[in-house]
Nanobody, 119 residues
């Protein structure tokens, strides 16, 4: 089992920045994939960034590319999502998730952290 705990959400003005953290515990392998998802009210959950512990280049959704940066620290078993130039449409609950290399689905989820961007 894998446990994920996010932190770092909050209220920020448009154009501001926030950094989310996700601490991972439990049975973790260096080829697991980590992802940041978000879900806005009335919308489906979407993947915004992902990376494997052993990989070098994160993947980003077009909506956040060039504004968000996902990074990792395997020693601390922590992944981060640096969010810059935030927009009101970035308002959502952000979730950290993990999947095994052999799985196509993210099976492990954090509780989520609220990010609210005011205009």
């Amino acid at each position: 089992q894998v446990q994920l705990v996010e932190s770092g959400g909050g209220l920020v003005q448009s154009g501001g920045s926030l950094r989310l953290s996700c601490v991972v515990s439990g049975r973790t392998f260096n080829n697991d994939h980590m992802g940041w998802f978000r879900q806005a009210p009335g919308k489906e959950r979407e993947l915004v960034a992902s990376i494997s512990w052993s990989g070098s280049s994160p993947w980003y959704a077009n909506s956040v590319k060039d504004r968000f940066t996902m990074s990792k620290d395997f020693v601390k078993l922590t992944v981060y999502l640096q969010m810059n130039r935030l927009k009101p449409e970035d308002t959502a609950v952000y979730y950290c998730a993990a999947r095994r290399l052999t799985s196509t689905d993210f099976n492990y989820w954090g509780q989520g952290t609220q990010v609210t961007v005011s205009s």
